[in-house]
């Protein structure tokens, strides 16, 4: 019993540590909760309770995206750890967005750290080209993936050791209305990462279809993907009357087109 | 040492490279440089090939490591055309490779973010998210394939990048903008439905008038439209938003505070 959940605990700290590397290159696991929450719960063998956990999470992570260099909640490792300690403790949902939830905010933090750190390893590889050095900046090089992966291994660590007992004694002293509360926070989250997404969007532009998408939905019950068809079916009509309009400008006056050519540098 | 026989990089030698950066890409990301010394560690191999020479090599690398960031799968093409670019000048062409990416990466990251990190991200996740909910694990499944598939979609943009140059990008450069409001089109549409179906507030608090007893959400929100709080919820998180003060974090822990109010007095349900 003990050897089996030695194995697990070594192979989520794996996990964890391997997802940043792969959410910041590969991208094939990268940090989506659905991705990572099923891998997860083959881990713990409980596959049930690692989906619901694992969609929860993944709802509540719609929209967010760090965009540019910014960073945002980590949604990925919220659901490795809520799902470890909900299927060790057997204590279900409610005790993995109690955990979850704070240490995906708290690893923001640490990956600014991270980032800092890694800004002296990029000043030491251009210090070793300068140097001629060329073999040794390659090699320092893998300095680079291995703090990252620290930025949710260690998290992980933590929680992997103190973890479930810490759980145990919450959820004993926390009267019930906190970990409802939470729920319904559940329930409400996603609206950061919709808020997020209508932020980088052009919605002044696009208002309409907004509008469009939510009466499909709200009042006609359509489903996400038949409403991405529609939305789809009008970005196909845009591109197209909108691509004419680019050649006919361009046929008529080169300067027109020039002067478009210039918005792309701002 | 000066000679003008060509160096002609391998196929396997692109390959190489593309392999390294979209393995690299954020790994070594730093706030000063973002991904350069990503970039120029994954173009360092098929660089000493074209370089034989230490003093130009280092030039080549240097002007690699500056400031550089934009979305993988664009950042594939890019820099598959600026490799093409320093095989056929060698290191005369390193102005021109600098200017191509720092003019490219932006409206590149424009296109590539609207895609790869909004638009597919927000379809597959709330598909397979509600998938997962009812303990079905096939979304989750499929979005990993496509995954596996992008990853292959990444190595041939570098060989694109490579082999029909800068040519092709600035052609496409003119249609980009178009493309990227397009793409916002399906996303707008999507986010509009997301707003109706994926954010959960009821208050089914009940007011009693004498015999008459009326739900909160029931009896008034759900007459006047559907999901009310929810687009209100919207709005109101959507100007948050734009004030600075306002960061995401802060207004996770503002829902969370306002979820554990009402809870305790007992305005929302579990």
């Known amino acids: 019993m003990t050897g089996i959940n030695l194995i697990q605990d070594i192979l989520i700290i794996i996990l964890a540590a391997y997802m940043t590397v792969d959410q910041n290159g590969l991208v094939i696991m990268s940090w989506f909760p659905v991705i990572v929450g099923t891998i997860t719960g083959i881990i713990m063998g409980d596959l049930t309770t690692a989906l619901t956990i694992a969609g929860t999470f993944q709802l509540m992570m719609l929209g967010v995206a760090a965009l540019g260099g910014a960073s945002a909640p980590n949604y990925g490792l919220a659901t490795i750890v809520g799902i470890f300690v909900a299927v060790r403790t057997g204590t279900g949902i409610k005790s993995a967005i109690a955990v979850g939830l704070p240490v995906g905010l708290l690893a923001i933090q640490l990956e600014v750290v991270a980032r800092i750190i890694v800004n002296f390893l990029a000043h030491r590889m251009l210090t070793d080209v300068k140097n001629h050095d060329f073999k040794k900046m390659q090699r320092e090089a893998w300095w680079g993936p291995a703090l990252f992966s620290l930025q949710t291994g260690l998290p992980a660590i933590l929680i992997v050791f103190f973890g479930p007992d810490v759980v145990k004694f919450i959820l004993t002293v926390v009267p019930s209305w906190v970990t409802d509360g939470l729920t319904v926070a559940g329930g409400m989250l996603p609206v950061v990462g919709v808020g997020m997404l209508l932020r980088y969007m052009p919605v002044k532009k696009f208002l309409s279809y907004i509008i469009v998408g939510f009466v499909l939905a709200a009042y006609l019950k359509v489903g996400v993907l038949g409403v991405a068809l529609i939305g789809f079916a009008a970005a196909y009509w845009y591109f197209i009357s909108e691509s004419k309009k680019v050649t006919s400008a361009a046929t008529n006056t080169n300067a027109v087109s020039e002067d478009e050519g210039d918005d792309y540098d701002e | ?270």
């Open chain 2, 1 to 270: 040492m000066m000679s003008d026989e060509k160096i002609k990089l391998t196929k396997k030698d692109r390959r190489h490279a593309a392999v390294r950066y979209n393995f690299m890409a954020c790994n070594i990301f730093n706030y000063e440089s973002q991904m350069g010394p990503a970039v120029a560690w994954a173009l360092a191999p098929a660089l000493r090939k074209i370089y034989p020479n230490d003093d130009e090599y280092e030039m080549a690398l240097e002007n690699h490591f500056n400031y550089y960031n934009s979305t993988t799968v664009m950042s594939s093409l890019i820099l598959g055309a600026s490799l093409a670019m320093e095989e056929r000048d060698g290191i005369g062409a390193k102005d021109a490779v600098q200017s191509l990416k720092t003019s490219l990466m932006g409206p590149m990251a424009g296109v590539g973010d609207t895609l790869v990190w909004v638009l597919w991200p927000t379809i597959m996740g709330s598909i397979s998210g509600y998938m997962a909910l009812q303990g079905n694990p096939l979304g989750a499944i499929v979005w990993l394939i496509a995954n596996i598939v992008f990853w292959f979609v990444k190595l041939k943009m570098f060989d694109v990048g490579f082999t029909s140059g800068t040519k092709l990008i600035t052609s496409l450069g003119e249609r980009l903008n178009i493309f990227t409001e397009s793409a916002s089109i399906v996303g707008l549409s999507v986010v509009g439905a997301l707003v109706a179906t994926v954010v959960k507030i009821s208050m089914p608090v009940i007011f009693q008038f004498g015999k008459v007893k009326l739900n909160l959400q029931t009896g008034v929100f759900d007459k006047i439209m559907p999901a009310l709080l929810p687009a209100l919820l919207t709005l109101l998180i959507y100007k948050l938003l734009g004030n600075k003060k306002w960061t995401p974090t802060r207004i996770i822990l503002l829902v969370i505070g306002i979820s554990l109010v009402g809870t305790f007095f007992g305005i929302f349900k579990a």
